[in-house]
C-alpha cells in the first residue's frame, strides 16, 4: 500500500534487519509450555538432538537438513523459500549476462547492468554523483526554501515525510485512489520512540553509522555528520507520537480504524502550511478526487511542524534518507563499507560480489524487465494447467467446508459460498506482459552514470503507478511491479478476491511436475489452500465477493469466529521462542489460522483419496516450513513477521487433526499430544 516508497523501503531494509546483530538471546531449549525446541535457530539442533515424529514432528522429519545445512553467506536465514530464491536468482542472473537476449526488456537490462558494474567508472566518481544533491539539501535554511525543494523537481528522488500511493479503493474496489500514510520511522515501531528495545537501539545504531560514513566521504565533520542524524532522530521522534504503534496492526478492527476520506480542500486544511498539494502535484496522485489517508493526526502533526524554527529537522531528515537510499549507487570503498556495518551487526559472513551486487540492483529497479525475461525463458503453458487444476480441487472442497461448517449461520455460509465461487486464480504469470517501453536510461555510451539512472528509473516507477489515479480497476491484472511473478511468492488480495501463486514458487520442495499426488498436495497444494483461507479470516471478513469493504458476517457469526480465535492466539501466546522470551498470538493469528484451514481442506481432499500417503503427505507439510536462522535474526522475527515460526507451523498445525495422531499413533504422553478440548483450529 505504499508503493512510492518501495524504492526507499529497499533502499534502507538494512534498517529494518539491523535488529539481527548480536542481540543476547540465551541458551535455546525446551519451553515451559511446549514440548519442542525452537529449532528454528542455528545451533538448537545438533548430533546429540533426538526426536520421535510423536514427540517433536518438526525435529524428527527435518533433523538431518537442520544439522547440516548453514546460513548462506551473506545472509541471515536458510529456509525452503530461501532455497528456492536462490535457486530463481541463478536463473536470473544468468539471463541478466546473456547477451543474446533481443527486445526493449533485455536492452534495459544490459544497459543497468553495464552501469552497475562498471567499478572503473563508479570508483573514479566516489561520492561526486551524489554531492549535488546532498548540498542543495543543505542550502535549505528558511520555510521558501523547503518549500521550493518538497514542490518542484529539485526534488529529484520525491523525497518528503508524505508517504503517498495510488491502491484501489478499499471501500471501492472498482476505482484506484491516492492513499497517504505515514513515512517509514527510522527505529521501525512508534513504541520505539516511547521504550527502546534491543530492536530499536540496534537499528539507531546502524543509521547512525552508516549515516555518518556516507556524509564524512561528502566532507562533513564526525560531529557535523552526527548532528544531521541527530536533527532526522529529532524529527522523527517528534512525528512517532502520531503514527500508531505496530501492535495496533495486528488488531482485527485495524483497517477500518484508518479509512479517512478528505477531499483536496480538506486534506490541504488537515496538513496546514505543509504543502502537501503542491507535494502530490508533482505525480498525478494531486488530481485524486479523493484521498485517503489513514492517520489524519500525523499529518495534522507536519502542518504544525512546519515552522521557520523546525526547519534544520525538516532538511536533516531529508539529508538521512538520501545519503541511506542513494550510499550504494556510488563507489566500491563506499559499497562495502556500509555492507560491513551491516554485516557487522547481522554476524553476515562475506560481502556480496560484482554479479550479487548488480543482481540486487536490477531487481530492485528493473523488477518488470526482469521479470518478463524470467517468464518467457522459464515457465511453461502445462505448469500453470497443473496449478489452475490443483487450485479448482482445492477450491471444490473449501465449498463443502464452507457448507458444513456448523458454526456458521445459513446467511453468512450463503456469501461465503458466493464469495468462492467468485474467486479467481492467477496462476504462475500474467497473460499479458508488464509494457515499460517507454522507459529510456541512458547507456555509458551516452554518457549515463548508475545515479542518474537509478533516478530515472525511480520516477518512471512512481509516475506509472500515480498516473492510475481516479481511473477504473482493471479486474484480473496481474501488477509485476508490485508482485513480480519470478518471486518466491502466494498471496490473498482482498480487494480483488483473488489469489496469486508466482512461478518463483514453482520449483525446490514445492512442486515438481513429477512429484507424486501427495507431495505435491502437502507442497503447492499447502500454499494455495493456505492463500484461499485468507478470504474467509477475520480480514476476508471485510471484504465482499467484489472486493469491496463490505462486512458480510453476521455478528453472530463474527463473535463465533472471535472466541475461537481467541482461543488459537492464547494458545500462541504461551510459547517461549527462548527461555524467559514472550510471542505474540495476536500478531500471527491470521497466518496460523489460514495453515489450519488450509490442512482441513487438504485432509478433505485425502479423505477422498483410496491408498492415500499420509506419511508422505505430513512429511512433505513439514519440510515446506523447514528454517535455520542466525540466533539474532529471532529477534527482528519475533518483532515484526506475522508468521508463525516454522517449527510451530509444522507441530502445532498438524497436532489439531485426527489422520496425524491416527498415522503416528500419537497417544497422552508424546510431546505431539493435544487433548482434543484443547485444540485450536479454527475451522
Known amino acids: 500500500m505504499k508503493r512510492r516508497m518501495d524504492f526507499l523501503r529497499r533502499a534502507l531494509c538494512v534498517l529494518l534487519a539491523a535488529v539481527l546483530s548480536a542481540a543476547c538471546i540465551p541458551a535455546l531449549g525446551e519451553t515451559a509450555i511446549y514440548p519442542w525446541i525452537n529449532s528454528d535457530v542455528e545451533g538448537s539442533v545438533t548430533l546429540l ?16 537438513w537442520l544439522m547440516q545445512t548453514s546460513v548462506p553467506y551473506g545472509g541471515t536465514e536458510a529456509s525452503s523459500f530461501g532455497e528456492l530464491s536462490y535457486d530463481v536468482m541463478e536463473k536470473k542472473i544468468s539471463l541478466m549476462l546473456d547477451g543474446s537476449l533481443a527486445g526493449h526488456d533485455a536492452e534495459l537490462v544490459r544497459t543497468l547492468y553495464d552501469l552497475t558494474a562498471d567499478w572503473e567508472t563508479r570508483n573514479a566518481l566516489g561520492v561526486e554523483p551524489l554531492r549535488p544533491y546532498v548540498e542543495d539539501m543543505a542550502s535549505i535554511r528558511t520555510l521558501n526554501d523547503l518549500r521550493d525543494y518538497l514542490t518542484t523537481d529539485r526534488n529529484a528522488f520525491q523525497l518528503d515525510p508524505s508517504s503517498y500511493d495510488v491502491i484501489a479503493d478499499l471501500k471501492d474496489a472498482d476505482r ?4 497517504l500514510q505515514p513515512t517509514p520511522l527510522i527505529l521501525g515501531d512508534s513504541a520505539e520512540y516511547e521504550t527502546r528495545t534491543a530492536y530499536g537501539e540496534l537499528l539507531y545504531e546502524i543509521g547512525r553509522k552508516s549515516t555518518v560514513l556516507v556524509l564524512k566521504k561528502l566532507g562533513y565533520t564526525e560531529g557535523e555528520a552526527q548532528a544531521v542524524f541527530d536533527g532526522a532522530m529529532a524529527f522523527d521522534a517528534w512525528v512517532a507520537r502520531y503514527v500508531r504503534p505496530r501492535a495496533d496492526h495486528d488488531q482485527s478492527d485495524f483497517v477500518q480504524s484508518v479509512l479517512h476520506y478528505y477531499t483536496r480542500e480538506e486534506l490541504t486544511a488537515l496538513c496546514g502550511d505543509y504543502p502537501i498539494m503542491g507535494i502530490l502535484d508533482l505525480t498525478a496522485t494531486g488530481q485524486s478526487e479523493t484521498f485517503l489517508v489513514t492517520e489524519p493526526d500525523y499529518y495534522r502533526a507536519l502542518g504544525e511542524m512546519y515552522t521557520e524554527e523546525n526547519v ?33 551487526a547481522l554476524g553476515i559472513r562475506g560481502l556480496p560480489d560484482s554479479i550479487d551486487i548488480a543482481y540486487r540492483t536490477l531487481t530492485a529497479y528493473l523488477s518488470v524487465p526482469m521479470d518478463n525475461l524470467y ?178 458476517w453476521e455478528a453472530e457469526d463474527s463473535a463465533a469466529f472471535k472466541a475461537r480465535a481467541e482461543k488459537l492466539t492464547a494458545y500462541y501466546d504461551g510459547y517461549a521462542p527462548y527461555p524467559g522470551g514472550t510471542y505474540s498470538g495476536a500478531r500471527v493469528q491470521s497466518e496460523a489460522i489460514a495453515d489450519m484451514a488450509a490442512m482441513k481442506c487438504l485432509l478433505a481432499i485425502a479423505a477422498e483419496k483410496e491408498g492415500f500417503d499420509y506419511d508422505a503427505f505430513f512429511r512433505q507439510y513439514a519440510t515446506v ?14 518483532a515484526t513477521d506475522s508468521h508463525p515460526l516454522g517449527c ?26 493435544l487433548a482434543p478440548e484443547n485444540r485450536v483450529s479454527v475451522w
Open 312 to 344: 534544520p529537522l525538516f532538511r536533516d531528515w531529508l539529508i538521512y534518507f538520501l545519503v541511506n537510499f542513494m550510499g550504494r549507487t556510488l563507489d566500491r570503498d563506499t559499497y562495502n563499507a556500509l555492507e560491513a556495518i551491516e554485516a557487522e
Open 375 to 552: 517468464i518467457q525463458a522459464c515457465c511453461t503453458e502445462e505448469e500453470k494447467r497443473d496449478i489452475l487444476n490443483i487450485a479448482d480441487e482445492v477450491i471444490g472442497h473449501y465449498r463443502a467446508m464452507l457448507e458444513n461448517e456448523a458454526w456458521l449461520s445459513p446467511a453468512t455460509r450463503e456469501k461465503a459460498v458466493e464469495k468462492l465461487d467468485r474467486l479467481r486464480v492467477n496462476a504462475v504469470y500474467p497473460d499479458e506482459l508488464g509494457d515499460w517501453s517507454g522507459l529510456h536510461i541512458r547507456s555509458k555510451a551516452e554518457g549515463g552514470t548508475l545515479l542518474e539512472a537509478v533516478i530515472e528509473l525511480y520516477r518512471f516507477s512512481v509516475n506509472q503507478v500515480c498516473d492510475r489515479v481516479n481511473q477504473p480497476v482493471i479486474r484480473g491484472e496481474w501488477n509485476q511491479q508490485n508482485s513480480p511473478a519470478s518471486k518466491v511468492n502466494a498471496f490473498y488480495s482482498n480487494t480483488e478476491n483473488a489469489i496469486t501463486i508466482s512461478a518463483g514458487i514453482l520449483g525446490g520442495i514445492f512442486y515438481d511436475p513429477h512429484m507424486t499426488y501427495e507431495e505435491k498436495l502437502g507442497g503447492i497444494g499447502m500454499v494455495i489452500a493456505h492463500e484461499i483461507s485468507h478470504a474467509f479470516d477475520d480480514d476476508g471478513a471485510l471484504y465482499d465477493a467484489q472486493g469491496r469493504m463490505n462486512n458480510w
Open 648 to 673: 510451530l507451523r509444522t507441530n502445532v498445525t498438524v497436532q489439531q487433526f485426527d489422520e496425524f495422531y491416527e498415522t503416528y499413533g500419537v497417544k497422552p504422553g508424546d510431546g505431539m499430544y
Open 625 to 638: 516450513w523447514r528454517t535455520k536462522m542466525l540466533r539474532s535474526a529471532l529477534i527482528v522475527t519475533l
Open 176 to 179: 484506484y485512489v491516492a492513499i
Open 49 to 64: 538432538t533426538q526426536a520421535r515424529l510423536r514427540d517433536d514432528f518438526h525435529v524428527a522429519v527435518n533433523r538431518k
